[in-house]
């Protein structure tokens, strides 16, 4: 059984500036998945802009 979910993802810079904010939804087919591993897969899915040393992010996962 597929699991959905929402999340808003806000990416910092090193200097605590907000960069950008994204809103999404992510399918997951695996139910055994933990929500971790759907986070960090969500973040590893970012442009490498997106994922520089220092840069924060701040993920809001909600299953919908």
């Not at 979910?5 to 999404?24: E, I, K, P, S, Y």
């Not at 490498?48 to 919908?64: A, I, K, N, T």
């Amino acid at each position: 059984m597929d699991r959905r979910f929402a999340f808003t993802l806000t990416v910092r810079d090193r200097h605590g500036n907000v960069v950008t904010t994204v809103n999404g939804n992510s399918v997951v087919t695996d139910p055994a998945k933990p929500e971790a591993a759907v986070a960090q897969s969500i973040i590893d899915g970012l442009p490498d802009q997106l994922r520089l040393p220092g840069y924060q992010h701040h993920l809001m996962l909600s299953q919908s």
